[in-house]
């Protein structure tokens, strides 16, 4: 757009947010301090159980994967780390990757387990009924926990794809005391301020029973750790028409609201890009989280929630849908800060049902584009971040560069 009717849209924008009482200086520099980590899986090839799409261009070994997030990070400016994948990011040296991230302009985040790709994990991995699979599985983590040490980073993420199939197949309480035994261990084994995130997902790749199926389940497990131990919501792993505002909202009333793994779906745990399916449900999301900001019961573990991406773009170009993700989640958080707060709870205490359905509305359906694009240029970016990589050549370049044999995710 020309500048100067980005200029003029901007300056009508915020005179209409101010009139409303809107703080626009506190929005921006909100704005300006929001993280959303990146996944490192996300820039390699990646497919269904059908084909893996060879997209051109696509990261092929960990170095690429982390200059392919890097380069996200300078077109959108909040994306300063990269979560890791071991085995997938797996090097000799992890404070020579460290160092190479740092010189690309990042950090390495979350570090993720792989609990599931190795034969043996095939009836489960912490919750096998033979404990030679549970030790290496704990080996495993405890190996992370150690990797994090060495790339600076303070963030266990574990998901484990351990269910049964059939009704009778295994013992289901036996199970649960094989995982709180394991993951007791590796909870030993991490160092103060490192904190272990467990994620949930209700079924897939098991069928009958998933041990970690819901919050709940992952927050008597993070309970029974302690307090380094939180839940990890990934917006993909809940059954069809699960309320996720309220499962956000009350692991923050318990202190146990850990982080996620933003994605988007229309089905199960489609790992398509955030806020492209359902943006509402990305609002309503951010907007618990701004109210909990706001609360000093729950202000410390808001401040705490680690916001990663965990898609995987089949058919999409890699760095593209990245930058689109950003700017969705960018977007929703926007609108959330625009939430009327006073007169919601107002609104709450009279009980007035559509005037505080209508103050999130008015929130929702406000146009932030202008907003974030003055944001982005008072930050020294582009107001279009998507439309600036595309311009920029590096596609082209990165094409030329990668030609050969793809690999599949990650390895
Ligand atoms: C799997 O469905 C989960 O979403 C995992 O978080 C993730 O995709 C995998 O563990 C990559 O690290
Ligand atoms: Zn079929
Ligand atoms: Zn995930
Ligand atoms: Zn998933």
């Known amino acids: 757009m020309d500048p ?9 924008w915020a005179e209409v947010q101010a009139a409303r009482g809107v703080d626009v200086e506190a929005v921006k520099a909100a704005l300006k301090a929001q993280r959303i980590e990146t996944p490192s899986w996300g820039y390699g090839n990646s497919g269904t159980r059908f084909k893996v799409f060879r997209a051109p261009g696509a990261a092929r070994t960990v170095e690429e994967r982390i200059a392919d997030a890097a380069t996200v990070h300078r077109f959108t400016g909040v994306c300063p780390t990269v979560a890791i994948h071991i085995p997938w990011d797996r090097t000799d040296d992890y404070a020579a990757l460290a160092a190479f991230a740092r010189e690309q302009g990042v950090a390495i985040g979350a570090v993720n387990p792989n609990l599931f790709q190795d034969d043996e994990y095939r009836l489960g991995s912490v919750t096998h009924h033979d404990p030679a699979v549970r030790r290496k599985a704990v080996e495993h983590m405890l190996e992370c926990v150690a990797i994090a040490g060495q790339v600076g980073s303070d963030l266990l993420s574990l998901w484990f794809a351990d269910g049964t199939n059939y009704p009778g197949q295994g013992h289901i309480r036996r199970r649960r005391v094989w995982l709180e035994e394991s993951l007791a261990e590796v909870y030993r084994a991490m160092p103060p301020g490192m904190r272990m995130l467990i994620e949930y997902k209700f079924f897939e790749p098991a069928w009958y029973h998933t041990d970690l199926p819901d919050w709940g389940t992952a927050l008597t497990v993070a309970q029974a750790l302690g307090p380094q131990a939180q839940v990890l919501v990934d917006t993909g792993h809940h059954p069809q028409g699960t ?16 982080g996620f793994h933003f994605n988007d779906r229309k089905y199960a745990d489609d790992d398509l890009i955030a806020g492209s399916v359902d943006p509402f449900q990305l609002f309503l999301i951010y907007n618990e989280l701004v109210d909990a900001a706001h609360d000093p019961a729950t202000a410390e573990t808001a401040r705490r929630v680690a916001f990663m991406v965990d898609q995987s773009h089949n058919i999409e170009p890699k760095i593209p849908a990245m930058i689109r993700t950003v700017m969705n989640i960018q977007a929703a958080y926007a609108k959330a800060l625009l939430v009327d707060r006073q007169a919601l709870a107002r609104a709450q205490a009279e009980g007035d049902v559509l005037g505080a359905a209508g103050v999130l509305r008015d929130a929702f359906e406000t146009d932030v584009r202008p907003l974030l694009a003055r944001v982005r240029q008072e930050m020294g970016l582009d107001p279009d971040p998507l439309a600036a990589y595309l311009r920029s050549g590096i596609q082209q370049r990165l094409e030329a560069e990668r030609a050969g044999p793809g690999t599949g995710w990650g390895g």
């Open 243 to 258: 309320n996720i505002p309220h499962i956000v909202a009350l692991l923050l009333h318990e202190g146990r609201l850990g």
């Open 4 to 12: 100067k009717l980005l200029e003029k849209e901007y300056a009508v």
